[in-house]
């Protein structure tokens, strides 16, 4: 007869293989979800309770890309409270499953206003800082949440938290964290292990979607303004137009008044340093800059979402005082006062895409024929 298997064992087997098909699922996931919200969340769901890992809570942090020695919250997963947390593990369990069926469904309903998540994403944490999430980063290991200290406001459970370093082929790119602060549970060695596994796989997949969100932007993008470039704001416009409603989408066009005597008088790089500092200008001057386009030259589009003639009117004067009542540096020694031009429309029923944008293409060049520095639609 072969040989009895120590019911230990056999438990210890039966959580690796569940923690390999579950590594396989996340892995899978991560990867196919391309952008890094879609990524981050694929991770957090395979940890968390219900089809995951079991635990109750889970978060990212990531190495922050503009201030150097800090990692940002970027995303959480979790209920607010047991009550809540028995709540959900129970509606999960009473119905058919599997990870990629709650991914989806999570996916479409989740909200960024969740209080552990908004929570989060305010949270900034030091890489010299002394909790488990600063230590993992900085050792590149995974490090229990009672050997470090409290330094985040009470956010990790010194308990049952785990923190693991997300470590990419750049390099410790973040940590993933997670918790039972609810249930008590505490973790073996296991599932330890398999934790700081998944950890790898949100590395790989952080690095793969922030390069596939590179790109997109590059392809997208204006070199010299960072803007959006002519094809960004024509795909932004055709969608919009299909499902815009009259009086509720809004199209401006701003154009630089005698740039050409610009580039003569003052040369090129003066010119592509007037634009560039537009750009900023008019991003800083709207709600959502990524409506904000460089249409060609040194003519630019904002597309207004939602907003009607006289809304649109009122930005529009705004945007031209914006331009006019403050000279732009264009060198360390020098800065140009400007003008600019500026055309405007509003969707009406009955439009196309071109009729559209010819309507404020054409009310530009009344505000350029009839002087100038003015709005015009």
Same mark, same amino acid.
């Given at each position: 007869?072969?040989?009895?298997?120590?019911?230990?064992?056999?438990?210890?087997?039966?959580?690796?293989?569940?923690?390999?098909?579950?590594?396989?699922?996340?892995?899978?996931?991560?990867?196919?979800?391309?952008?890094?919200?879609? $990524?981050?969340?694929? =991770? !957090?769901?395979? +940890?968390?309770?219900? *089809?995951?890992?079991?635990?109750? @809570? #889970?978060?990212?942090?990531?190495?922050?890309?503009?201030?150097?020695?800090?990692?940002?919250?970027?995303?959480?997963?979790?209920?607010?409270?047991?009550?809540?947390?028995?709540?959900?593990?129970?509606?999960?369990?009473?119905?058919?499953?599997?990870?990629?069926?709650?991914?989806?469904?999570?996916?479409?309903?989740?909200?960024?206003?969740?209080?552990?998540?908004?929570?989060?994403?305010?949270?900034?944490?030091?890489?010299?800082?002394?909790?488990?999430?600063?230590?993992?980063?900085?050792?590149?290991?995974?490090?229990?949440?009672?050997?470090?200290?409290?330094?985040?406001?009470?956010?990790?459970?010194?308990?049952?938290?785990?923190?693991?370093?997300?470590?990419?082929?750049?390099?410790?790119?973040?940590?993933?964290?997670?918790?039972?602060?609810?249930?008590?549970? $505490?973790?073996?060695? =296991? !599932?330890?292990? +398999?934790?700081?596994? *998944?950890?790898?796989?949100?590395? @790989? #997949?952080?690095?793969?979607?922030?390069?596939?969100?590179?790109?997109?932007?590059?392809?997208?993008?204006?070199?010299?303004?960072?803007?959006?470039?002519?094809?960004?704001?024509?795909?932004?416009?055709?969608?919009?137009?299909?499902?815009?409603?009259?009086?509720?989408?809004?199209?401006?066009?701003?154009?630089?008044?005698?740039?050409?005597?610009?580039?003569?008088?003052?040369?090129?790089?003066?010119?592509?340093?007037?634009?560039?500092?537009?750009?900023?200008?008019?991003?800083?001057?709207?709600?959502?800059?990524?409506?904000?386009?460089?249409?060609?030259?040194?003519?630019?589009?904002?597309?207004?979402?939602?907003?009607?003639?006289?809304?649109?009117?009122?930005?529009?004067?705004?945007?031209?005082?914006?331009?006019?009542?403050?000279?732009?540096?264009?060198?360390?020694?020098?800065?140009?006062?400007?003008?600019?031009?500026?055309?405007? *429309?509003?969707?009406?029923?009955?439009?196309?895409?071109?009729?559209?944008?010819?309507?404020?293409?054409?009310?530009?060049?009344?505000?350029?024929?009839?002087?100038?520095?003015?709005?015009?639609?």
């Amino acid at each position: 007869m072969p040989p009895t298997v120590p019911e230990e064992l056999q438990r210890e087997n039966a959580a690796l293989r569940h923690a390999i098909t579950l590594l396989h699922e996340v892995s899978r996931l991560a990867h196919g979800a391309l952008e890094l919200e879609a $990524t981050c969340y694929a =991770v !957090l769901t395979g +940890v968390t309770a219900g *089809v995951g890992l079991g635990f109750n @809570r #889970a978060m990212l942090f990531l190495r922050d890309r503009t201030v150097r020695g800090v990692l940002e919250g970027t995303m959480a997963v979790g209920p607010r409270d047991r009550a809540e947390a028995d709540r959900v593990w129970k509606a999960i369990e009473a119905t058919e499953h599997d990870l990629p069926m709650l991914y989806d469904a999570g996916l479409k309903a989740r909200s960024a206003h969740a209080p552990l998540d908004q929570q989060v994403r305010r949270t900034r944490v030091p890489v010299e800082g002394g909790s488990a999430v600063s230590r993992a980063f900085r050792e590149g290991r995974l490090v229990r949440a009672g050997d470090g200290s409290d330094d985040l406001g009470g956010l990790l459970d010194s308990a049952t938290g785990l923190a693991a370093p997300l470590t990419g082929a750049s390099g410790v790119e973040g940590v993933l964290y997670a918790d039972n602060v609810f249930t008590g549970v $505490t973790s073996d060695p =296991v !599932l330890e292990h +398999v934790f700081s596994l *998944v950890a790898d796989q949100a590395a @790989r #997949a952080v690095e793969n979607a922030r390069r596939f969100e590179r790109e997109a932007r590059a392809a997208r993008t204006d070199a010299l303004t960072g803007l959006g470039h002519h094809g960004a704001l024509m795909e932004h416009l055709t969608a919009a137009v299909r499902t815009a409603r009259p009086g509720a989408l809004s199209l401006v066009m701003v154009d630089l008044d005698d740039f050409k005597r610009v580039n003569d008088r003052f040369g090129h790089l003066a010119g592509d340093a007037l634009l560039a500092g537009l750009a900023n200008r008019l991003r800083g001057s709207v709600r959502d800059a990524e409506a904000v386009y460089r249409y060609g030259g040194e003519e630019f589009s904002v597309v207004l979402d939602g907003v009607g003639a006289e809304a649109a009117r009122t930005l529009a004067e705004r945007l031209r005082r914006a331009v006019a009542d403050e000279p732009f540096p264009v060198s360390d020694a020098q800065t140009l006062t400007v003008t600019c031009s500026v055309g405007l *429309v509003s969707w009406a029923a009955g439009m196309g895409l071109h009729d559209f944008v010819d309507a404020a293409d054409q009310a530009l060049l009344t505000a350029k024929r009839t002087g100038k520095n003015r709005v015009v639609g």
